[in-house]
């Protein structure tokens, strides 16, 4: 049987507010202080979700509201100053759930030393925090840096923590940057000074992974010449490869994401339940800024060799979807189609999401002052969803249409959300109410923008296994709303919980699959 979907908003809706044939339940709001910022969204994995901001920069201290997963009310609400380490103030880096505890990670900078050192608290809504400083890394700084310097991630059963560098410092005596994997207790299961195939300086959006089994997993961008295919081809261009750390063997192998003279547009990876990697993303024939299709690699797991690869452009009826005029010369690539998503499917395969997105600037004078302003202009259109199977064959490729366009707010309530479930694929959007009834199956509709007004309403549409597509609104929705910001978002179990704001509260979606 067909899982049903239940998107619950908690949102500043009228109660009778549902998507046709889904509930909506509601809950308070949690009140927003002026100077919070970096939000994050974190759960147990059973019973509870948990919201973190950074309440003030100058004063460094955290404030964590914990909510009741099943129901989304809040259970209890603490802030946490750190106290001072080695007479610094620590600087809040991250909060995740760890060993059944609240731990809270924050850096500090020894200028005496050059030295950047990261520690841990352990932290409770009911008691403070329990305990901590503990030292977790240090690293050689060279000179300091306002950025975070430090980044922490759970391996694929939360039974271990990595703490790795997130700069690339200008390291003194060449030492290597060093990684660390703590169990739960914050022991050591291994720590080592790592250098990587390419030299630490021209790796790029590096993301980390760790598997049940310690394996460290890092995927890079990294910049290399290719030969021209052609005089309009550039001579440089962004690869990516993946890295893979086996503490048992000590030793580190590296697969590069090579299409021949393809441009590698964008990449990301995920580790299967049977210890395969999968690699996959977007590519390009010749462009910077715009894809042609996808690729797909499967490394086996125990022998570390390619078991399928594949190369997959968009076909011409996917691609007639995106001109305006159906009957004109469609394009062979995508413009400005940027990668979000990779989701694993159950036959071992994936769907990729991606989304048309830019922005542009306007000059405007005021003729009685003659000062300027400038305007900024953010548009996030149509989503692209592909799935692939586990050979990398494509499926299907599905447009879903929508039209945002904000002025002057980073585009906050644009973009959307997404997860899968049982090979479904739901994606959460804001919009233009008309769209209700404007959007069809065959996606030729032509859409009304949305422009973060108050009588936009929050829209989702679902993809089934066979790429067959259908979309559901509220209905009853006529009062001003609490529009979701679909860029903060948490996949949890069968949930995904997403964030709404107004201007001095916050509260949240929990979508249940």
Not at 22 to 48: L, P, V
Not at 330 to 346: A, C, H
Not at 362 to 387: A, F, K, L, N, P
Request: glycine letters at 4%.
């Amino acid at each position: 049987m067909k899982n049903v979907f239940t998107l619950i908003i908690l949102a500043f809706l009228l109660p009778g507010a549902a998507f046709s044939q889904q509930k909506w339940k509601w809950s308070s709001a949690i009140k927003d202080g002026r100077d919070e910022r970096n939000m994050t969204i974190f759960s147990d994995q059973k019973d509870k979700v948990f919201v973190a901001s950074e309440l003030s920069k100058k004063d460094r201290s955290l404030r964590v509201v914990e909510l009741d997963l099943q129901t989304m009310h809040q259970r209890g609400s603490r802030d946490f100053n750190f106290p001072n380490v080695d007479g610094q103030r620590p600087v809040f880096d991250a909060v995740l759930f760890f060993g059944q505890q609240i731990l809270a990670c924050a850096t500090t900078y020894s200028k005496e030393e050059e030295l950047v050192r990261s520690w841990a608290f352990w932290c409770s809504i009911d008691s403070g925090i329990t305990s901590g400083p503990i030292l977790l890394s240090e690293h050689p700084s060279g000179r300091r840096t306002d950025d975070k310097m430090f980044g922490y991630v759970l391996n694929s059963d939360s039974s271990a923590l990595l703490i790795h560098p997130i700069e690339n410092f200008a390291i003194k005596n060449s030492r290597k940057p060093s990684y660390r994997l703590v169990d739960v207790n914050l022991e050591t299961i291994w720590e080592k000074n790592l250098d990587f195939p390419a030299p630490v300086d021209l790796l790029v959006n590096k993301e980390y992974r760790v598997d049940k089994n310690g394996q460290l997993y890092m995927l890079s961008g990294v910049a290399k010449q290719i030969k021209a295919r052609k005089e309009t081809q550039p001579l440089r261009s962004e690869g990516f490869s993946v890295a893979i750390y086996n503490p048992d063997e000590n030793k580190i192998k590296e697969f590069e994401v090579d299409l021949d003279e393809k441009w590698v547009h964008s990449a990301d990876y995920a580790i299967s339940d049977d210890g395969n990697l999968i690699i996959a993303g977007f590519f390009s024939n010749d462009r910077y800024f715009s894809i042609a299709g996808t690729y797909f690699f499967k490394i086996d797991g125990k022998t570390k060799q390619i078991a399928a690869k594949s190369l997959n452009p968009f076909k011409e009826e996917f691609l007639k979807q995106f001109s305006k005029n159906r009957n004109d010369k469609f394009e062979t690539e995508l413009e400005d189609v940027y990668f979000d998503n990779l989701f694993l499917t159950n036959d071992g395969g994936v769907i990729l999401t991606g989304e048309n997105y830019n922005y542009s600037l306007q000059y405007r004078t005021d003729i009685t002052t003659g000062r300027q302003q400038v305007m900024y202009y953010y548009y996030y259109s149509d989503i692209v969803s592909v799935r692939l199977n586990n050979e990398g064959i494509e499926s299907w490729s599905v447009r879903t249409p929508k039209f945002q366009e904000t002025v002057n707010d980073d585009g906050t309530r644009s973009s959307y959300a997404a997860a899968v479930s049982n090979d479904d694929l739901y994606l959460v959007f804001n919009d233009n109410p008309i769209n209700a009834d404007r959007w069809t199956s065959d996606n030729t509709a032509s859409l009304k923008v949305f422009n973060n007004n108050r009588k936009d309403i929050v829209a989702s549409a679902t993809v089934l296994p066979d790429g067959k597509q259908s979309r559901n609104n509220p209905q009853g929705n006529n009062e001003a709303t609490a529009l979701l910001n679909p860029k903060y978002n948490l996949r949890v179990g069968n949930s995904l919980i997403v964030m709404a704001r107004t201007r001095k509260e916050v509260r949240f979606a929990r979508i249940q699959f």
